[in-house]
């Protein structure tokens, strides 16, 4: 990953997308639109619950995607 990285959080949800430099020399098919991308981007999405051991929100993985695709997609499908 590359210091182009994005952190939002949107209600519950946290989505953490960076541009993936390996990926931008192989033409990639969106997640999103279905279009061919030369810059690839990765979007991470986590949920926001309460951990009953650490007494605290936390953030998890279980029930989110990860895409890959155009950045503008991506942004454009959060929450």
């Not at 986590?46 to 998890?60: A, L, M």
């Amino acid at each position: 990953m590359t210091e182009e990285r994005e952190e939002v959080i949107v209600g519950e949800r946290r989505y953490r997308l960076d541009r993936m430099e390996y990926a931008t020399r192989i033409h990639r098919i969106c997640d999103v639109c279905g279009k061919k991308t030369q810059d690839v981007y990765i979007q991470i999405e986590e949920k926001r619950y309460w951990n009953p051991v650490f007494h605290r929100y936390s953030w998890t993985h279980a029930g989110c995607e990860i895409l890959f695709g155009h950045k503008k997609c991506l942004k454009r499908i959060r929450g």
